[in-house]
T-cell receptor, first 112, second 113 residues
């Protein structure tokens, strides 16, 4: 079946450090890929998405590229801030009107 | 601005009680979802609905039921609450086209004692 695997956290970084959160997926065909973010005490919100191979999603300084050859969608940011501390979820939608399949989430803590 | 609201942020119930969690969206979305979120397990889909009066089981439907009598409202029901249902419950909605992007509510933290 379809599944998403993310690197386990927690990840702790100093402010202005480079961030990578790995995400790989298993799915047939061409799923759409998403990164969601959950700030403390809140629900999830969409951070970025990519709908086909080689697409790059970007938002708020975060980027992720849909790599079909490696079935990956790694999240990156060049310089993290304390305000980026949150839980990040990778997700896929396989096809048609189907629910998203989420990874287990990665908690990021950024310290000043 | 899109909005998904949940009836309570925090709820404490006793074992055996019947519990209703309500979710309302104001975006005229066709799809609505209920997830539970637990540490180390991520989000797990309980039920979803593609249309009024329609429902589909997700990955962990046991112990839960749902109701969707109106397009904007999707209720999760715990018929007889148990301590292993203590969790964070998240509701979401999405359109069918074009992006299927899911919009989430703030969550309800349910404690069953």
């Amino acid at each position: 079946g379809n599944s998403v695997t993310q690197m386990e956290g927690p990840v702790t970084l100093s402010e202005e450090a480079f961030l990578t959160i790995n995400c790989t997926y298993t799915a047939t065909g061409y799923p759409s890929l998403f990164w969601y973010v959950q700030y403390p005490g809140e629900g999830l919100q969409l951070l970025l998405k990519a709908t086909k191979a080689d697409d790059k999603g970007s938002n708020k300084g975060f980027e992720a590229t849909y790599r079909k050859e490696t079935t990956s969608f790694h999240l990156e940011k060049g310089s993290v801030q304390v305000s980026d501390s949150a839980v990040y979820f990778c997700a896929l939608r396989h096809s048609g009107n189907t629910p998203l399949v989420f990874g287990k989430g990665t908690r990021l803590s950024v310290i000043a | 601005d899109v909005k998904v609201t949940q009836s309570s942020r925090y709820l404490v119930k006793r074992t055996g009680e019947k519990v209703f969690l309500e979710c309302v969206q104001d975006m005229d979305h066709e799809n609505m979802f209920w997830y539970r979120q637990d540490p180390g397990l991520g989000l797990r889909l309980i039920y979803f609905s593609y249309d009024v009066k329609m429902k589909e089981k997700g990955d962990i439907p046991e112990g839960y039921s749902v109701s969707r009598e109106k397009k904007e409202r999707f209720s999760l029901i715990l018929e007889s609450a148990s301590t292993n249902q203590t969790s964070m419950y998240l509701c979401a909605s999405s359109p069918i086209e074009p992006s299927y992007e899911q919009y989430f509510g703030p969550g309800t933290r349910l404690t069953v004692t």
